[in-house]
């Protein structure tokens, strides 16, 4: 079964950039789409952006044109580039795959801390 390790978390100042990596243990050739996620203290996880197999992307609202999505099948590996940093981005970030039939794999998350 694949497993996911995310990395590049980290704290930064209020306009700072990070990348965010997520890693598989095995191919995600077969997931359809892959997606960041986030959950701040006391809310629900929620959307950051997806990518499916053909490359298209999904933002959610808060992050668009300040993050940016991408895979890499052949490295096996998703990334989420994120510029101008705000405090409100504070989270944990997680990665996940989902394959075509609905199979879904997390990866056990990574923090996120924009100060002020």
């Known amino acids: 079964q694949v497993q996911l390790v995310e990395s590049g978390g980290g704290l930064v100042h209020t306009g700072g950039s990070l990348r965010l990596s997520c890693e598989a243990s095995?191919?995600?050739?077969?997931?359809?789409?892959v997606g960041w996620y986030r959950q701040a203290p006391g809310k629900e996880r929620d959307l950051v952006a997806t990518?499916?197999?053909?490359?298209?992307?999904n933002y959610a609202d808060f992050v668009k044109d300040r993050f940016t999505i991408s895979r890499d099948n052949a490295k096996n590996t998703i990334h989420l580039q994120m510029n101008r940093l705000k405090p409100e981005d504070t989270a944990v970030y997680y990665c996940?795959?989902?394959?075509?039939?609905?199979?879904?794999?997390w990866g056990q998350g990574t923090l996120v801390t924009v100060s002020s």
């Open positions: 996940k795959l989902t394959r075509y039939d609905n199979f879904e794999v």
């Open positions: 990518i499916t197999s053909g490359g298209s992307k």
């Open positions: 095995g191919s995600i050739f077969m997931f359809t789409t």
